[in-house]
């Protein structure tokens, strides 16, 4: 059993930074690949960022790509993902969820936390 909590929401104005952490207690923590996820009002939840166990593999969206950077700290079992140049089509509860193996859908994904709001104002 792997819990994750989420923090570093909150409200951002377009074109500002938030760094988000996904912080995990449980079993070996470089044994999982975790992922964030966002899931805007009315629509589906959708892929942002993912990284392997021991950070040797990122994944992102397009959407995000060269804008946000997922990392970890095993030692501190802890993902990060800093979001810069944000924009108010970012703004949605983020999710993290780990797994054994890296992935892009949701559905390969066993353990999630209980989400953080992102509110990017233009």
């Known amino acids: 059993q792997v819990h994750l909590v989420e923090s570093g929401g909150g409200l951002v104005q377009a074109g500002g930074s938030l760094r988000l952490s996904c912080a995990a207690s449980?079993?070996?923590?470089?044994?999982?690949?975790v992922g964030w996820f966002r899931q805007a009002p009315g629509k589906e939840r959708e892929f942002v960022a993912a990284?392997?166990?021991?950070?040797?593999?990122?994944y992102y969206a397009d959407s995000v790509k060269g804008r946000f950077t997922i990392s970890r700290d095993n030692a501190k079992n802890t993902v990060y993902l800093q979001m810069n140049s944000l924009k108010p089509e970012d703004t949605a509860v983020y999710y993290c969820?780990?797994?054994?193996?890296?992935?892009?859908?949701?559905?390969?994904?066993?353990?999630w936390g209980q989400g953080t709001q992102v509110t990017v104002s233009s």
């Open positions: 990284i392997s166990g021991l950070g040797g593999t990122t």
């Open positions: 449980g079993r070996t923590f470089s044994n999982y690949a």
């Open positions: 969820a780990a797994n054994n193996f890296i992935g892009r859908s949701n559905i390969e994904y066993r353990y």
